[in-house]
């Protein structure tokens, strides 16, 4: 595959839309394509393994739904940092230490945006410090809520499911089943 033209077509304040064409094996290929700065999730576990969520309204999907934490890595903020400051100002903790989890592009088809996962544990609250838009509960349940929030379809968040079963595959590796 090899770029011939692009060109942007609108710049918004979160992502850039660009209009390509590429050169693929059967042939020219052109594509919408939205250039996105990257987000950091951030999955917090309190003792006995109990995991904060945050529920937010969601106007494009037109719901409030039930996520982990997250937030859009600013211009020369790196994943780490930006999860440090979603954490903070979403749920109001501070993250003794954190851990990074796993990287995915979520919407690899039209989208170049990257999703970095952290584990944040060694928990400490520090208040909650939202931005002036932002209306979010905070809850926090057990490991084995959240899992079964998931399997009933309480929880439509991709971010949130890829973290929670990466993590819980990762656990059982190691041996600390839930």
Known sequence: ???RTCRRVWQGRVFTVEQAEFEMARGARKLDIVRHGGASVILSVLKRNRILLIRQA????GRV???LPAGTIGRGESPLACARRELAEETGWRAGRIKHLISFFP???FCDEKMHVFVATQLSFVGQRL???EELTVRTVTLKQVLDMIQKGLIHDAKTIVALLVWQLNRKKHGRDS
């Open 131 to 133: 931005e002036p838009d």
């Open 1 to 3: 595959m090899k770029l």
């Open 65 to 67: 739904i039930w996520e």
């Open 58 to 61: 969601r106007p494009a999907v």
């Open 107 to 109: 919407s690899p088809g």
